[in-house]
């Protein structure tokens, strides 16, 4: 009986500790977050998530529903995920920009930041340079480009300019100058706002130009009007026979008189050369001894010497051709002397 009773206890026992073991086992923690969802409010004041227990997911601030299933169900103490799937919200086309447009390079979806650029020789107005692709779509209001405007052109020294003071110039707006009688434009005469609010180019100069009539010693005219020379007037100049020019033939009046400079006509200077000339002197001394003996009678006995000397100096000149100047050479006269010497022996 006694130990019935023990058996029936221990029975109790382990179905007690049973029960409480299943319960514990199919209890589930809190849902857990994914991408681009969040759980409802109905799902988020739920404290216990016992076995079944089911929640819902719905997509995060500036996502849509693309497909899929929002629950969630506890199951054996896992949730079983959602396989709902979210985008990224659109916030369509930004409004055209007049004299505008937008960098679209990030998209225009959820998050997406574009940017304004205004179209040459036009500024932003309201400063709206960025937008943002919000949850309610784009960010701040519409920008504006606005013409750019140049402030009053400048005056110039007798002149004036075609302009009422009164109007507003803006971009490609054109100023136009002239001068006062006497007085020569130096430069260009329109001037054009430009997108940096700024004239281009600088505005002329009204000046009176005059330049002096050149004086070329030896030169001729050939090219260019008559005095008097003013801006722009040009020369042109050439020597006469026998003469070079020295410089630019052809001249321009500027504001700082003539450019280039005036040329100058200089004589030509004609090169000769005189060939070398070598002189040789010859001195040639011919001396001829001839000894005649005859034998007469012990009384008489002549003895007869006679010297032929000859001297004979000649000079040639010899020019730059290397010929030689004519004339009787030394060998010659020595032998005509050699050929002489028996015919004066018969005269001794």
Known sequence: MFSCSILRIC???????????MGVYAQCSKPPDYPNMELTSESMA?????DGTVVNYQCALGYVRKQGSSSSTCSNGNWNPPSLECKKKSCGAPADVPNGHYNLSQGIEYGAVIEIICDKGFVLANQVRFRTCLATGWDKRDPICEVVKCPDPPQISNGQMNVDPEIILSYLDVVQYTCDNGYTLIGTSQIVCTENATFQPDPPQCLIV???????????????GVPPYGYKSFLEYECKEGYDLKGTAKITCDVHGWIPAVPTCERRV??????????TTTTMKTQTKVTTESTTPATNTTTTTMKTQTNMTTESTTQGSGGNSPGMTSHSIGLLTVLLLPVLQLFV
């Open 270 to 279: 004609t090169g000769s050369t005189t060939p070398a000339t070598n002189t």
């Open 11 to 21: 029975c109790l026992l382990l179905m007690v500790l049973g029960y409480s073991n």
């Open 46 to 50: 739920i404290t216990n998530f016992a």
């Open 210 to 224: 005059h330049c002096e009539t050149p004086v070329v010693d030896n030169g001729i005219r050939v090219g260019g």
